[in-house]
């Protein structure tokens, strides 16, 4: 891939790269060296791949994507309802919800690469106008061929309304991942974001939201858990622009092996945005001592009245509660698998019971470290 | 028969010695109270028993049951029925303490080679566990000791023990940041346990505790090494005297012979 169609993929020049990437110019470099064909949506999707989206709670309220298009086959709509409006234009998608979503919508992005290493970028956009919408975000990926995915989104919530999305990311080593969101909240809304990022080559993430209007409110919550020599590049941006907005914050990371993770948790108060409470905290588990995780907390505050508080640590399992485990028989695989799960399981709490039931269990799976 | 022998065991923490020949024998249905002052090394033998990392046995020898304790994990000595109540219990957010108990168990059960308990007869066990030990079961739902007071640990390491229903069970300074009402709570729980099967070895700094637990052996630590043993009238004579009365007694001569 050359360095024109890099730019175009991420939607960046490698100048306004520099400093956001740069813990990341290494795994991007080497994507850009390797040859990647344009990704074909029509490419056919495993029973297996198949299988791990069919939940049964979104039956009907299903949206899939392969490769960055809409899959009509593989989706299901007929229980969308009527508060939901899709609009569909090649590799651009728009969801409008009026009225809330009763059930949670999920949308699935499959990245699948039929012989050759393949890439792909899509835009989905979600404009909640009014009434509460949760969605579940789906990555997932077959292993084999690399591809290279490059998702793109605008999530707008309306005045007083709120917007749930839950993402989760369960890719192969073979697939890469760039996710862009930009999220603008207005008047007393809420916007809600959860992430459970596992797996991938190369994954990165950039969340921007904007408080835009005065009492907009967000949480964000997330998970990344990485083993292998996988590399995942988290970017956070909460930029507080109105009076008596809200943000808190709270992440974890796990790495193991030689993994990389990074976590860039970055709080913005703008001149005039007094009342502002913003909260930002991410603690981070280093499992090898080949692992690294850097983690960047930033807070820029230039209104007078703001309460505000940021903390990032990056650690080690405990010992003593390793030993707590042990001493009452618990063997120390187990162990230490219980620490690492209820490590990560502190970003999910409170989480919509069903979700967080799939990812108690994907963590049990997919978990690094236990068999150490 | 002795359950637990222990023979001049030396323990390094930290690269200094803190056990220098301590001599103990434990036998079943019997109950030990181990007393002594800040710093004699009581919480380091409590440790040393569950296997804690870093607690160096650099002489002696630790038998329980005819095995070599020193040579088995935490777990498996643990599966083998010794129990430490912790002095300092460690909190463990986002581990769920129904879930952690019900781990344990079956980890011990499996060792044994007994069968594992299904969810429904794990937490009939512990209804039954609660009820002797007036703990409620909302305790249950929460985290390993996360945001639990003082007194809250202290009973959930009782409630462990009961549980778990351990041959040798340690108890490091249980009393410790207790009032009194907690502390009988403690006591019943422990005096509901004594069985001839089993024993206790009840480490403390304060003759109280001993009030609710009676014990049938009073060893008096100092440096190290134990430097007096007798009965439960023992504690009484160290309460009415203090520690410096042991020190006093301590002759040269008599440590370097022990």
Redesign the interface.
Known sequence: MDAAALDALLGSSAQEREESWRYSRNALRALAQQAFAEADPATSVSTDIRARFAWPESGGRRLVFVNGGWSAELSDTHALGDTVRLDVDAAHITLTIRGGTEHPVHLVHLGIAAGSSAQWQATCDIVVESGAATIFEHHLGAAGAEVLGALVSRHCVAADATLSVATLSDLPDSISLYRRVRAVVRKHAQYRTTHALFGGRFVRLDLDCELADTAARTDSRGVFALRGRQHTDVHLDVRHAARDTASDVLWRGVADQRARGILHGAITVAEGADGADAQLQTKNLLLSANAEIDAQPVLEIYADEVKASHGATVGQL????L??????????A??RS??I??????AY?GEDASLAARLDALLAERLPGAAA | MTMLHIDDLHVRVAGKEILKGLSLAVNAGEVHAIMGPNGAGKSTLGNVLAGREGYEATRGSIVYNGKNLLELAPEERAAEGVFLAFQYPVEIPGVNNTYFLKAALNAQRKHRGEGELDSMQFLKLVRAKLGVLHISDELLHRAVNAGFSGGEKKRNEIFQMALLEPKLAILDETDSGLDIDALRMVADGVNAMRDPARAFVVITHYQRLLDYIVPDFVHVMVDGRIVESGDKSLALKLEEHGYAWIAERRVPDQIGAA
């Open positions: 405990d010992e003593r509660a030993f707590y485990l042990r001493s009452r028989g618990v063997p120390r187990i162990a219980l620490l799960a209820g490590f990560c399981r502190e709490q």
